[in-house]
């Protein structure tokens, strides 16, 4: 197996792990938005769902880099 090859498996294993941790993120971001939201805290809420937009582009852009080294 070849360095370049080796490299782009530790990558991926790599970038798996730091998607699912991102994707736990979204999550807990997501609940306690709508927890802001049900409390009446609309400015809060608002700004954690810009932080879970955020996290979802930075996902598609994970699974984006994963793809290429796939391949």
Do not use: C, P
């Amino acid at each position: 197996m070849s360095d370049q090859s080796n490299a782009g498996e530790e990558s991926i294993a790599e970038l798996s792990s730091v998607a699912f941790q991102i994707e736990d993120l979204i999550s807990r971001v997501t609940e306690t938005a709508k927890s802001l939201e049900a409390a009446g805290l609309e400015s809060s809420a608002h700004e954690l769902y810009e932080v879970e937009r955020s996290l979802l582009s930075a996902s598609r852009r994970l699974r984006r880099a994963k793809s290429e080294l796939k391949s």
